[in-house]
């Protein structure tokens, strides 16, 4: 113990206050010694009590804590280290509920285990099946500090670790001296290697023994270190924090079956909220509409190009002054936009206009929004408790709501009613939240924010002339938080909020640069120094609770920019800010794995063909293709760049009605995962070692991915190429095109003359597919379309399937279709649950991989028999079935 000290003193004292320490230093901290511990059925408690001379590397050392480690159930153990002392801060209950423990759990039934060592005091989880440890903090001492908290755990080499995002980096994260840092930030062009707008601080490891995850629910400002050991034969992963508490669910995962850890953080953070099916459809949106009029031609233009355009969104430029719940009289009337919404909707097409959180300071100038909320006195306050913070955005001097004042929601909800009013107002079908870091243009100090809006020209004055108000608009004929307990200010001053002693790696340089400042109070006590990486998420609450209380009982589409933890039992995100060029075309893949197969957040997707700069017609056309395999689909760029509708080049709007085609016949395919995803957190987008996790080869893969579990996508990565290696695991594999079958042989297949309006995918073996037979124009058309069934039997002859059908747009829909597909030894099985009233029809059914034609069979349904015609392409091995059969009962196919 005096070595380890001497080692402190000589090491550690000239850093008390830097910005780095060298890791030796850190590791040559006291930690502490358990003491006192106690075993009452499924719980651990423990004190942990200062072991030497304090380190204060960044701060006092704190000398008592309070360890609990509960078995919450067999696969998920929960670690809490505490300050017994004093009440710190805890991301709040109301913001993300706690998942109940299952009841008395035996730590010998468990999946995983905890282990600890009294003095130092360290602790490991293993599983429990292999002994092989997982997570180990031995000879990485704890640090507790007020402003300074660090643990550190020892990994594989060259470890498997996706996660700890919102990043644009690769999926499978560097090893190598990397950072990940959270902080919520406006980050324009989301580049690598940074924070940018969203915070979720969990990691799943894999390897070949099997998959677990590691959840840290700390909402504070935070360094995630992960680097090669000295030696090479290792990794370390290292937390540093800058406020609140040690707070780790540690999830077992599996052996075998990767998903099912992504299934274990469901049950922590929640499942995602169930999505209207129309939201599936493809949207279009641009930064830089000048006017109604524009609006209206982009929807015309989509039509006549037979492009199916299923949403218009329209940004922030319909506002008056860019202020949000305002029109602009002249260039956005309220009529004018109406009679948009009206024939959209008399079309089976749907609207949604953006709202940021920061409303204009405007005091006397009878703006609503603003008098409103200041009457209920709901904006972030001053440190002073009683002005409110002034921030600078798009509409020049801002204020905040503040989401933890419980007069808020009623504001928020209530501002919705009246300006989105479907009798007086614009009625939105879904919602779009931007700037939600919240972002601020304001530079620190900002003890100016109104000398800086002039500055910046801010609200931007228009550059257009008004449309005429009666300017004819072309349209075709063709169909087309509850806030909880309040808690204590934690006791540190604006300065130490302001600066801390441990500098996080924010990109955009102090924790108040252009955001609200981290000594900003809310209502309930609470300042952004904790909370801030909550705000986007609060807002996403707020808004779902608005848009739910508009259209009651009925599913909503709320797309968000900054998220959280659990932010997608809630609301679905975008990518942000990203470039039209192709290293963003090629991170946008990782990016959406990482929100939907790691993060709960599903309905995910970046802006197709770029955000910033100008796209081209190549890039444009493969960003199309590529954009129809996310779960939200949108084209949408800004107003420095060149239009990029997909109209606007031949090639752009031949390969987007391809590939909306495509997209619309699996649509219920897509729809039938997210339903799953609602009920067990299933991803409904796969990296490939989900389901191949002993190939090794698959593990770094992040440019090509499984659309559900079993349509791989491998578009062309490469600017003006039209060659692509795809990577085939050892498997039985089909072409989507031809259908014919082929053998994967874990290696890769090096495909030429790829054009550039098609998209190279593959249907897994095992699968059955419930296709529409043909594409639409709407998602409302779609649902008219007859349904084929796709048998792609594995390797072992057999397939399976399912497909869910509701109403598509009920919360709680009356009747519902939930059916199970299978195919074995020849015989096609149809059967669950019909309870959803419609005239759908199964027109075909394609056997995969059929060796010869088969004798005309009969299919046997609830209600006797139906004939059917049988063709054969020896070419491509294909058995079609063709029949016209109701789908409102079980049936089967026997092929012989």
């Known amino acids: 113990m005096r070595a380890r000290a001497a080692l402190w003193l000589a090491l550690c004292t000239a850093f008390a206050a830097a910005e780095y320490v060298d890791p030796q230093v850190l590791d040559a901290c006291p930690g502490y010694t358990a003491e006192n511990v106690a075993i009452n059925g499924s719980t651990l408690t423990a004190d942990l009590v200062l072991a030497g001379t304090p380190s204060n590397v960044f701060g006092n050392d704190i000398e008592k804590l309070a360890l609990e480690v509960v078995y919450e159930t067999e696969t998920r153990i929960h670690v809490k280290i505490t300050d017994p002392s004093t009440a710190r801060y805890e991301v709040p209950e109301t913001v993300l509920p706690r998942p109940p423990a299952s009841g008395t759990v035996s730590p010998d039934s468990a999946a995983i285990r905890f282990n600890y060592t009294s003095s130092p005091f360290s602790f490991s989880i293993y599983r429990t099946s292999t002994s092989e440890v997982l997570f180990s903090t031995a000879s990485h001492p704890i640090i507790f500090e007020p402003q300074y908290l660090r643990v550190k755990t020892d990994l594989p080499a060259n470890a498997n670790i996706y996660g700890l995002g919102e990043h644009t980096d690769s999926f499978r994260l560097p090893t190598h001296n990397h950072t990940r840092t959270f902080w919520s930030r406006d980050a324009y062009g989301v580049p690598n290697g940074t924070n940018l707008y969203g915070n979720h601080p969990i990691y799943f490891e894999h390897r070949k023994t099997g998959t677990h995850g590691v959840f840290f629910l700390n909402s504070n400002g ?20 800058i406020g609140g508490i040690l707070d780790f669910y540690f999830l077992a995962g599996s052996e075998t079956d990767p998903t099912e850890v992504a299934r274990q953080y469901a049950q922590v953070v929640g499942t995602p909220a169930e999505v209207p099916y129309w939201s599936f459809g493809f949207h279009n949106c641009r930064f830089g509409y000048t006017d109604f009029v ?37 260039y956005f009337p309220i009529p004018r936009m109406r009679e948009i919404v009206d024939y959209l909707h008399s079309h089976d097409q749907h609207y949604i206009l953006m709202t940021d959180p920061a409303v204009a300071y405007a005091p006397g100038e009878g703006y609503g929004a603003f008098d409103r909320g200041t009457e209920l006195d709901i904006w972030l306050k001053a440190p002073n408790g009683t002005s409110p913070h002034l921030g600078l955005v798009w509409p020049g001097v801002t204020v905040y709501p503040d989401w933890f004042n419980p007069d ?72 087309a938080n509850s806030t909880g307990t309040v808690l204590k200010r934690q006791a540190l001053t604006d300065d130490e909020m302001l600066n801390p002693p441990y500098a ?51 599913r909503t589409l709320i797309i968000t920019r900054s998220t ?17 060029d192709w290293d963003h075309y090629r991170n946008s893949i990782s990016g959406v794995l990482g929100f939907a197969s790691v993060y709960q957040v599903p309905m995910v997707g970046a802006d197709i063909c770029g955000f910033a700069q100008n796209t081209t017609e190549t890039l444009c056309a493969r960003w199309a293709m590529l954009g129809a395999f996310y779960p939200f689909m949108r084209d949408h760029n800004d107003d420095t760049s060149i239009p990029q509708e997909f109209y606007r080049w031949p090639t752009v709007a031949e390969a987007a ?103 190279p995918l593959y249907i897994r073996g095992g699968a059955i597919l419930p296709l529409r037979v043909s594409g639409a124009m709407t998602t409302t058309a779609l649902r008219q379309t007859p349904f084929e069934l796709v048998i792609a039997p594995g390797i072992d002859g057999c397939a399976s399937g399912s497909l869910y059908l509701d109403d598509g747009v009920s ?14 030894k020849g015989q096609l099985t149809v059967g669950g649950h019909f309870g959803y009233l419609s005239d759908l029809r199964l027109a075909r ?52």
């Open 222 to 241: 935070m360094d995630i270190k992960i680097n090669d050991t000295e030696t090479g034969d290792g990794t370390t992963l290292e937390y540093n924090t």
């Open 294 to 330: 524009q609006v209206a031609e982009a929807i015309t233009n989509y039509s006549d190009a037979g492009i199916p355009l299923e949403t218009m969104w329209t940004d922030i430029d319909y506002m008056y002054k860019r202020r949000i719940f305002t029109t602009d009289p002249d």
């Open 408 to 479: 808020t929601q009623a504001y928020w909800t209530n501002e919705f009613a009246l300006f989105y009013s479907p009798e007086t107002g614009i009625d939105i079908d879904g919602a779009w939240i931007d700037m939600n870091e919240p972002s601020s243009f304001c530079v620190y100090p900002c003890t100016d924010p109104f000398a800086q809006a002039i500055e910046q020209n801010l609200p931007p004055n228009r550059t257009t002339l008004p449309p005429a108000p009666d300017a004819p608009i072309s349209h075709d004929n063709s169909t």
């Open 504 to 554: 996080i790696d924010n990109a955009a340089g102090g924790l108040s640069n252009k955001t609200a400042h981290s000594d900003t109070l809310h209502a309930n006590g609470l300042v952004e120094y904790n909370t801030h990486n909550l705000y986007g998420t609060m807002m996403s609450v707020a808004t779902r609770e608005a848009m739910l209380a508009r259209r009651p009982g009925l």
């Open 564 to 580: 959280f933890a659990g932010a997608g039992a809630h609301v679905g995100k975008w990518l942000g800010d990203n470039f039209a």
């Open 657 to 759: 009605r391809n590939v909306i085609d495509i997209r619309y016949r699996l649509l219920d395919y897509i729809y039938t995962a997210m339903h799953k995803a609602s009920l067990d957190g299933t991803p409904i987008v796969n990296p490939l070692w989900y389901k191949y996790p002993r190939d090794e080869n698959t593990y770094g893969i992040d440019l090509q991915f499984l659309y559900g579990d079993s349509i791989l996508v491998a578009p062309v990565t490469e600017e003006n190429s039209t060659t692509v290696d795809v990577y085939l695991p050892k498997d039985t594999f089909y072409d989507w095109y031809t259908l014919a079958p082929m053998h994967g042989e874990g290696s890769n297949v090096t495909l030429t003359n790829v054009n550039f309006t098609s998209i």
């Open 811 to 824: 919360i709680t829909p009356a009747t519902y279709t939930s059916i199970d597909i299978s195919y074995k």
């Open 845 to 896: 059914v394609r056997l995969l991989g059929a060796p010869h034609a088969f004798s005309v069979p009969q299919v046997q349904w609830s209600n006797g028999t139906s004939a059917v015609n049988v063709t054969y392409d020896s070419d491509n091995k294909v058995l079609d079935l063709t029949m016209d059969l109701p789908l409102s009962g079980n049936f089967s196919v026997q092929l012989s």
